[in-house]
């Protein structure tokens, strides 16, 4: 049998080859090639986590396993069941060689090519399952014995997905309907209900090109403890997404979103991460255009490169002490990011974090960060003030193309990026221009500071009085030395060995209270006469009330004129909650419902799904979007109906609906819009049968009601006629009456 093999392009060189580490510790490395304009990848290494019920990785940081090279999980001697994904089509030889404990092999797609060899020496014993509804791809396979696994199918309230139990537990495999998608926390199995823990790899990824239904919200249940690979991909009309408690594992690229020259795609506004959160995958949240402020709990250990990259209207980051690490762009080109708020149990920072973040203006980095990794703010270019601690690593051009005037330095002795980055040229970061004029802070050194700086230093270094009055440092060039409390307050510049000052002063920037909100930068020493912005930004449902001197604007922008202290205030927001029930259930969806600060205003609006239509909200509105400022609790039936209602007006001039119902719901037949020639509506003929204005009529199926015209004053236009009819019974029954005198009178 052929085993196709697709080589990688040479051009590529080593940026083909990658790692991957799942949440047990299993470790992947492959090689990513292209094949009609799609990149995949071969598995060509393979170690063994934790787990022995093994779920092999559809997706190696993005790239689908197409192909798992010769003997790669073989060894894996404690594994007791190895689940395949259906992305993989080819696997090479003795793939299960050496593996002891194998009771199992599981495929979730149609059978792969395999080679000759694949199965040579597995242990005897071990069973091949496959899902039912691939059972012809896998009718030829006699190699070991083999098992059909059920799938079932969840119908739910307007949607529904296929399933399947593993390990115990259910596993869902595939989106099959609806916008509005709930995940129970139980699901049947042969009838016996049984514990939904798994989400499985891109169970409900949206391909533009199919007729999937667009997904807009996600509620999954408590109980359930893993969302896979690219599990809700490219879902960018997802609105809504509800996390269980019991949540420990978001692999990669599970909420990534497609693509867009843009910057427009994907609704989602913001995400709550349940703490208990343990593992943030590769890419998770990638391009959610919409996402406000994230807060990554102390509970997650696992932060992988670029979680948050290209979420574009990102405007606060906060990670818990839980992170050590943060990946290799792990926010780059997150262009609304302004605050950034850092665990003081980060050691390091990678390649490209921040780069492109073009709102940025400060940082803290803390004392516990060691390395810093290459271009890590390369393109920030309103970045103008950082503090690092004197020991950190800096990685080449980590400065590039900002406008870093203002770096303070702490935790060090002077010996670390002090005394590095002092040059002839001037003391310039990596990636920053020769000659740059920068402010260098010292803050909380350690005694003695002596820093050598050559004299055609064209700069300026700044003192801070702790700096001065209480570490007692020396700064010096070759001839010339600074000592004294003349120091403090001081900015020093240095030019041909020529030593000179300038008065500087000490902005201090607080919150009132950082549960509520916060601020950005939090303040520095500059030389007098700089112009500074600071930001106020409250957090979700909290308000910004103004800043200490009487200024009401959260931005604002100020120039120093000595030392200044500011206090940003906020406070818990009055919130009122605005709901909206669709009416019937899976007839349509809505988006815009939440809560909301009062006196805010919120857009709402509806959509029908198939072929239901409009028939009104509870308050009697009629359209389909609608804007309410918020000043109390509403909650919006909104009614969708299927069946047609035609009016015909029998030739009035303003026309009636058409209205729409549903089966069995009660329609109230409505007045004349009008009136004609003195007359108006009265009563509405329906097959045959003739109904009062305001009669309500039960619907079962299409409707065409046909007015009756009557007379303004509530007489029918047929009452004329029973008029006459009557009179001429009365003359009738006279002439009778005087015929029959008549002829008394002659027998008289």
Known sequence: MMVLTVMPAESDGAENEGTSVAYDGTTYKYLRFLKDTTY?????????????????????????????????????????????????????????????????????????????????????????????????????????????????????????????????????????????????????????DMDVKYIGDSAFFYDE???????????????????????????????????????????DEAFRMPIDANWSRGKLQSI?????????????????????????????????D????????????????????LGDSSFDNCLSLKIVNLPDTLTSIGNECFQGDRSLVSIDIPDSVKSIGRNAFNGCTNFSQINLPDGTTLGDNCFSTTSLITVGITSGS?????????????????????????????????????????????????????AVNTKGGTLKDSSTTLTGADRAGKTYSLSGGVWSTTDVGTITVLSSDTSLGTVSPRGGTFALGTSMTFFAEPKPYCKFTGWSDGESKATR?????GDQQFTATFAKAETKVISITIDPAGSGTYKGAGKFIVGSEANLSVTPSGDYHLIGWSDGYTELSRTVTVTEDISYIVSFGNIMI???????????????????????????????????????????????????????????????????????????????????????????????????????
């Open 40 to 192: 995949y990848c071969e598995m060509t290494s393979f170690e063994a986590g934790t787990d022995t019920f093994m779920r092999v990785q559809s997706r190696l940081e993005g790239y689908p396993v197409y192909k798992m090279d010769d003997g790669v999980l073989s060894g894996s001697a404690d594994v007791t069941t190895f689940v395949i994904p259906a992305e993989v089509q080819t696997m090479g030889s003795e793939m299960f060689k050496g593996c002891s404990s194998l009771k199992e092999i599981i495929f979730l797609g149609a059978m792969p090519e395999f080679s000759e060899d694949t199965f040579a020496g597995t242990p005897s014993g071990t069973v091949v399952k496959y899902l039912e509804k691939y059972s012809s791809s896998w009718s030829s396979f006699k190699t070991l014995t083999k098992e059909v696994l059920p799938v079932y199918k969840y119908e739910g309230s307007g949607s529904s997905f296929e399933y399947c139990e593993l390990d115990g537990s259910v596993t869902v495999l595939k989106h099959l309907k609806g916008t509005d998608i709930t995940i129970p926390s139980k699901l049947s199995v042969g009838g016996m």
């Open 557 to 561: 922008m100020l120039t120093v004129t």
């Open 646 to 748: 035609t009016f015909d007006t029998n030739g009035g001039a303003i026309p009636i609906g058409p209205l729409y119902s549903n089966d069995g719901w009660k329609l109230t037949l409505p007045e004349s819009p009008e009136v004609k020639d003195g007359k108006k509506i009265v009563s509405w003929t329906i097959d045959g049968t003739k109904y009062a204005v305001g009669t309500e009529y039960e619907v079962h199926g299409p409707v065409t009601a046909t007015a009756v015209w009557g007379s303004n004053d509530g007489g029918s236009s047929e009452f004329p006629w029973i008029w006459i009819a009557v009179a001429a019974v009365i003359i009738v029954a006279a002439v009778i009456a005087w015929r029959y005198l008549s002829s008394r009178n002659k027998e008289d």
């Open 209 to 251: 090109k199919s007729d999937q239904d667009k997904i807009v919200k996600v509620t999954i249940q408590e109980g359930i403890m893993q969302i896979g690979i690219a599990a809700f991909k490219y879902c960018e009309f997802l609105e809504t997404v509800t996390l269980p408690s019991t949540l420990k594992i978001i692999y």
């Open 306 to 325: 670029g979680a948050f990259r290209v979420c574009a209207g990102m405007e606060t980051i906060t990670l818990g002490k839980g992170v050590t690490e």
């Open 414 to 466: 002077g010996s670390g990026i002090i005394k590095k980055y002092m040059s002839d040229g001037g003391w310039v970061l990596p990636g920053m221009a020769q000659g740059t004029k920068v402010s260098l802070l010292i803050i909380d050194t350690d005694d003695s500071i002596s820093v050598d700086v050559k004299g055609s230093v064209s700069g300026f270094m700044r003192l801070t009085d702790q």
């Open 272 to 304: 709550t991460l349940p703490d208990g959160l343990e593992y943030l995958g590769f890419e998770a949240f990638r391009m959610n255009y919409s996402l406000k402020t994230v807060t990554v709990p102390d509970s997650v250990t696992h932060y992988g």
